[in-house]
């Protein structure tokens, strides 16, 4: 039901490490995880329902394409002409996944693995590739729901939270480092910075923005027209001027993103954030370097289907409502991710290094909702 090898490079993946994978429908992302990200999600499922809903749901765990087991460099390439290669993985042991039973149907095992993705998925031995620079040298796989799918053109904005990055178990080397770029950036000043954004900038082609000094910040794809900001940009901002970032990313004109649904979005964000702000203030946990996830349907048309299609079904008495159920059209989505570093304990008290993040975020969106009018 669930055929690994179909899996390829998960292409709105807004910032993190390489090494996040797709299945072809685009439903769920299998991301390299360690246990501790595992035991978060079932920790939240079963005993913190009301944060457990601004996760991505928890499909179950993976494992695949550890690094050492092709033993040469032509046991990796798709041998046969169609670039078949549906054995190229090793046979997964899938944990929870049959259990749960309701991941979407995939095609055929006869997908075709591009040599980049069977290196994604850590098989090609001479490019230690996407593993490399983790931490965690890993096989062990989170399935999750897919939180940029149901949208025609996902704007994604990854917010890193926490001003301390690092947990109790860093050493003082990863504490230092993390600490520095800290007090360089928002994540000093403010408790989170932008980690990483993608932007589709309209059907028309469009020149890419000027880049000034000397680290390159974003990249223009041609073909998509999706504008990709780095994590170098993010760290350019300060807390004076970061809310320019969220313009760049909630105003979109070359897209036709009009104020109307600027203001729009950044309401619904903002509710959804200051949700998140409370569930926090009254839950003992913590969270280094988790996220907010931020995305909206960047398609004004599409926007606009997804929005009255809500309309309609917050209409509808649930009762005798078979027409018109979830179009699963989405208008916009809020989640936490990246819980590497996250646990909750009794009697810590609340997160208050997450809560100063979230805050900031809170109010830095409302002020954009005062400003966009104007
Ligand atoms: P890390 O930062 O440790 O590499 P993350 O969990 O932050 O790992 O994932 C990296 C990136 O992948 C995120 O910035 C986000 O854009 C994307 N991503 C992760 N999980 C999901 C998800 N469930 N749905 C959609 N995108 C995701
Ligand atoms: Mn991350």
């Known amino acids: 039901q669930f055929d690994p090898s179909t899996l390829t490079t998960f292409a709105d993946a807004a910032a993190g490490h390489e090494g996040v994978l797709s299945d072809p429908t685009g439903a769920v992302v299998v991301k390299p995880c360690t246990e501790a990200e595992v035991a978060f999600y079932e920790k939240a499922n079963t005993s913190h329902p009301e944060f457990a809903r601004f996760m991505p749901a928890f499909m179950g765990t993976l494992k695949l394409g550890a690094p050492s087991i092709p033993q040469s460099n032509s046991d990796i390439v798709p041998s046969s002409a169609d670039g078949a290669s549906g054995s190229a993985l090793p046979p997964p042991q899938i944990e929870g996944l049959k259990a749960l039973g309701h991941l979407p149907r995939t095609h055929a095992p006869s997908t075709s693995i591009p040599p980049d993705d ?212 989405k208008a916009f989505a809020v989640k936490l991710i990246d819980f590497a570093h996250a646990r909750f304990e009794d009697g810590i008290g609340v997160d208050e290094n997450m809560l100063k993040g979230v805050r900031s975020t809170v109010k830095i969106l409302q002020e954009l909702e005062r400003e966009i009018p104007s």
């Open 118 to 329: 069977a290196s994604a998925a850590g098989l090609d031995m001479n490019d230690p590739g996407p593993l490399k620079g983790r931490h965690l040298d890993t096989e062990l796989h989170i399935v999750l729901e897919n939180v940029a799918s149901g949208f025609k053109q996902p704007n994604i904005l990854d917010l890193k939270l926490g001003a301390q990055l690092w947990d109790e178990g860093a050493k003082p080397e990863k504490r230092a480092r993390l600490d520095k770029v800290a007090g360089e950036t928002t994540s000093g000043s403010l408790g989170f910075r932008v980690a990483g954004m993608r932007v589709w900038q309209g059907h028309n082609k469009v020149d890419p923005p000027k880049q000034t000094g000397g680290k390159e910040l974003f990249t223009l794809d041609s073909n998509t027209n999706v504008l990709t900001y780095n994590k170098f940009y993010g760290r350019t901002f300060t807390a004076e001027n970061v809310i320019e970032a969220f313009k760049s990313y909630l105003s979109v004109p070359s897209a036709g993103i009009s104020k109307e649904i600027s203001l729009s979005l950044t309401q619904n964000f903002l509710s959804e954030i200051q949700e998140i702000q409370q569930i926090l203030e009254s839950q003992e946990s913590r969270m280094y370097s988790a996220s907010i996830l931020l995305v909206y349907e960047g398609d004004p048309v599409a926007w606009k289907e997804a929005t009255e299609a809500d309309a309609r079904y917050e209409d509808e008495d649930v009762e005798d409502d078979d027409e018109d159920e979830d179009s699963g059209k």
